[in-house]
């Protein structure tokens, strides 16, 4: 009977052992995920969103952590000019666009063999993520993003060739093109860039046109109606 008594309570603790464990996992993987922010939503996540459109000159309130109203007309403004649903609320397409997009839960490594790629990129993403690299290697992240949205732009515009490899092909289109520097090694943030771009992150706000104003240009392109700045780079229309 004793003997019983004791495999049963081994068997209980065990059950509750594996439920701990359990939900455990289960929560590690839900906090891999951003979650929802809508109005009246507080916390850390809030505050940094609130940091990011402040940074971007979207959000001119208070860093509180609170979803009131100013945040939600900033994140408004930000999906209105990013061509994103103006929903007001922060979810996944928003989150990744602000450059906060949570990071996968960890999965096991793969073993690695000599000769093994690392993990292949669209011949899109990379003809992409080339020009970035070539004309933005040194701006910031956003800045490469709004290197990308141009070239996508003019893929849209009637005034351009209507595919990617058309537009970044064209004759003295783009000058790391012309001099060779786009097939400089490609870093992770132009790729990342190229992404963001491809998936319609448009920063520079409809630009079709950038350069750098330090730089020698031709005299034609001031006559260029100039809508955004990041970085070193002037972008327009």
Do not use: C
């Not at 209980?12 to 839900?30: C, H, K, M, Q, R």
């Not at 609130?50 to 900033?74: E, K, V």
């Not at 860039?193 to 998936?199: C, F, G, R, T």
């Amino acid at each position: 009977m004793g003997q019983r008594v004791q495999n049963r309570s081994i068997y209980l603790a065990v059950g509750v052992l594996l439920l701990l464990v359990t939900a455990l996992v289960l929560y590690s993987e839900a906090e891999a995920q951003n979650r929802t922010l809508y109005w009246g939503s507080r916390g850390a996540d809030v505050t940094r969103v609130q940091q990011r459109l402040s940074q971007w000159g979207y959000y001119r309130g208070s860093i509180d952590g609170i979803y009131g109203q100013l945040t939600f007309n900033a994140v408004q403004a930000f999906q209105r000019k990013n061509g994103l649903p103006v929903t007001g609320t922060v979810a996944e397409r928003t989150w990744a666009a602000l450059g906060l997009a949570a990071a996968p839960a960890r999965q096991p490594a793969a073993p690695v063999t000599r000769g093994t790629p690392a993990r292949p990129v669209s011949d899109s993403v990379n003809l992409l993520a080339r020009v970035i690299e070539g004309e933005a290697a040194d701006e910031p992240y956003i800045g490469k993003v709004a290197v990308g949205a141009v070239i996508m732009n003019r893929v849209r515009s009637p005034a351009f060739p209507k595919t990617l490899s058309g537009v970044i092909y064209q004759p003295h289109a783009f000058e790391s093109v012309t001099n060779g520097q786009y097939n400089r090694p490609l870093s992770q943030d132009s790729i990342r860039a190229a992404q963001a771009a491809l998936n319609g992150w448009d920063p520079s706000g409809g630009a079709l046109f950038f350069w750098n104003p330090a730089k020698p240009v031709s005299p034609w392109i001031w006559s260029r109606n100039i809508i955004n700045r990041i970085g070193r780079h002037v972008f327009g229309l």
